[in-house]
């Protein structure tokens, strides 16, 4: 039987095997190769972090996450595809009301970023980096 997210192991595991699976994916996997550039030891640490305060509200990340999106090039579809592999991999690994708090706080943060962007692509205003 499944259990829930509950640790800072398990924070780890869902990020590991969901960044194993983003860097395959024909989509999205590109565009993680090329921003981040080999630094997945970095990017893997601050998502630990970053589901770490969301999900067990143990505050280890600092920052902002919508900033190092703003700019990309990104669509609906790519959104689409990230959610795809977040739902899998969270419903492959655990179950309780944790994982359902994973997917559905990936969900409104996608609905947000995605908003945000397109805002940006069709306004003069540019965020604040």
Avoid: C, N
Wanted: aromatic share 14%.
């Amino acid at each position: 039987m499944k259990k829930d997210i509950k640790t800072i192991t398990d924070i780890k595991l869902l990020v590991d095997t969901f960044y194993a699976s983003v860097q395959k994916d024909g989509l999205i996997g590109p565009i993680f190769h090329r921003v981040i550039q080999g630094r997945w030891p970095e990017h893997l640490d601050k998502m630990y972090r970053f589901w770490q305060t969301v999900l067990l509200d143990e505050h280890t990340y600092f920052g902002g996450p919508f900033p190092p999106h703003a700019e990309l090039p990104i669509k609906k579809e790519h959104f689409s595809a990230w959610l795809g592999l977040w739902r899998q991999t969270v419903d492959d690994l655990f179950a309780g009301d944790k994982a359902e708090e994973a997917k559905w706080r990936a969900e409104k943060m996608a609905e947000m970023f995605l908003f945000k962007i397109e805002y940006y692509r069709q306004h003069t205003a540019k965020p604040l980096l």
